[in-house]
């Protein structure tokens, strides 16, 4: 399994590995059977042959801030739709990395008066309209992967994801402790509360010299000229630090094709990166299991529609972060290259 983030281990494991514990129990139990009249499926259907619950069919739309084609929330939703499966769920999937039209995506599925929402919550300002809208309408909601800070004031129940303040400062002890003197954290689109704390968080733990890159992560090729252009402009920087596999990967062309010896670490892990960290080539990787995330955010959902069950008692359930690295990759990589890590 991933190792939990050295430096502050102690904190890191009482905060994350509880809520893990429970999470995968929860997880593994709801494969097996429904808790409100679950029956087995001898189709194989279901989530890898597990029961299909025999509830009366819903309608959940999960909407992200995902640009297209980002490989993190294809992870995303391939575990939402693994519990759509078993849930007897009809799973209706949109974004936009733009928060005006995630915000129009909520709207829509308030109108359309889906049974429930699964949202990330990159800016709270533009989603909470949306958000007071669906509980006028009495659609439950759950908050994942972004929006750790905000879900709470914004009166939804149950959220699932990592702290990124925590992911950060874990970030930033390790880079202290590999050796790292000049980082760069490669911001991939700006404003978006869960990649600026991730930025933060590792300065404030990070013992050097620490600046922040803007890039657009919808462009990877302005990302590599971008980041060509800033080690370029100086080759003091020894560390790279990306917020996301697709960028990290284009980091590791960056420094494959210049004069830089700057290293490549990462949040976020696909199947690429996975023999990118085996061959060296990136450093470390910050798990936060996406598909963990998916999941959850629609199983308790259905959870809450069926049986009025919350997962977290209120706070939040944790899924991250974990580092993978050389010593640990073999362990996850099976599961990255079937796209579910």
């Known amino acids: 399994m991933p190792t939990t983030p050295q430096g502050s281990a102690g904190r890191l494991r009482r905060r994350v590995l509880p809520a893990l514990t429970a999470t995968v129990a929860t997880a593994v139990l709801l494969a097996a059977c429904s808790s409100t ?94 958000v007071k809208n669906a509980q006028a309408a009495g659609i439950p909601i759950s908050g994942f992967n972004a929006g750790f800070d905000d879900w709470q004031a914004l009166g939804i129940k149950e959220y699932f994801g990592q702290n990124e303040t925590l992911a950060g400062n874990a970030a930033g002890e390790r880079l202290t402790q590999d050796g790292a003197k ?39 090729t302005s990302v590599a000229s971008t980041l060509t252009a800033k080690l370029q402009q100086d080759p003091s920087i020894d560390a790279v630090l ?64 069926n049986n009025g069950n919350i997962i977290g008692g209120g706070g939040a359930t944790l899924t991250g972060p974990a580092f993978i690295d050389q010593s640990n990759i073999d362990s996850v990589a099976d599961y990255a290259k079937a796209g579910t890590r």
């Open 242 to 305: 990306t917020l996301g596999a697709p960028i990290a990967m284009t980091a590791v062309d960056v420094v494959g094709r210049s004069s830089s010896s700057a290293k490549i670490y990462t949040f976020d892990t696909n199947a690429a990166l996975v023999d990118a960290i085996k061959q060296g080539k990136v450093q470390w990787a910050i798990d936060q299991q996406p598909y963990l995330q998916g999941y959850l955010a629609v199983d308790s959902l259905w959870l809450e529609i």
């Open 37 to 130: 009249g679950g029956k087995p499926d001898s189709s194989g259907s279901g989530g890898g042959g597990a029961g299909q619950a025999n509830t009366p069919r819903v309608t959940i739309a999960m909407v992200t801030h995902a640009p297209p084609g980002d490989t993190f929330f294809d992870i995303v939703r391939a575990g939402a739709q693994a519990a759509a499966d078993k849930d007897n769920v009809n799973l209706q999937y949109s974004s936009d990395p733009q928060a005006p039209n995630q915000a129009n995506l909520l709207q829509t599925a308030i109108d359309s008066k889906v049974d429930g929402i699964a949202l990330t919550l990159p800016s709270a300002s533009a989603l909470a309209g949306g």
């Open 182 to 220: 000049h980082v760069v954290c490669v911001i991939q689109a700006q404003g978006q509360v869960q990649l600026e704390s991730r930025c933060a968080g590792t300065k404030a733990k990070f013992n050097g010299q620490f600046e922040t890159l803007n890039v657009n992560g919808e462009d990877m």
